[in-house]
């Protein structure tokens, strides 16, 4: 089983995040067939790409001057953009929603052990940073802020549930 560091901010260490920059291209394969399929409470959404190198992006938080960095690792599965019924799935929202993927599995593959357990603060963290990412990738206040609130009211359920396949070795 993979671990993963852990990318989720302390309980109560910030209000807001107030900068988002892409350090690294998105590199993806797609498939023309999916890896596997996974099932949410009311849907099956196929994980159709691949995180094919490291990807990372810095933010920082209001009350900080020291960026932050999350790390999609290499090998991740992620369905792209699917928030609102999005039928094109590699829009300009693709960034944004590769991270917000990945920080709704994260907290299964962190050690200790003992951490692995899904905290409603971290799912805010990972809401939030999906909005500003959004923003950071051009998309309009309000098309970002439409995306923010679905992934608010109705993003528990998946964050919650357990991913185990989330990654496949690429070596």
Known sequence: MITLPNPYPMKNSWHDITKVNFVD??????????????????????????????????????????????????????????????????????????????????WQFLEPPNERKPRKYDQTFADRLFYKTLLASGISNATSWVMYQSVRTFGWSTYKERDPDSFIDLG
């Open 25 to 106: 291209r998105l590199v993806l394969t797609r498939l023309t067939k999916a890896v596997r399929a996974r099932h949410g409470p009311d849907l099956e959404v196929d994980a159709e790409f691949i995180v094919c190198e490291p990807f990372r992006l810095e933010y920082k938080f209001d009350r900080s001057e020291k960026s932050r960095t999350v790390t999609v690792r290499e090998g991740f599965l992620s369905d792209g953009v699917s928030v609102l019924g999005n039928s094109d799935r590699t829009s300009d929202c693709l960034e944004a929603s590769i991270v917000h993927d990945y920080l709704y599995v994260a």
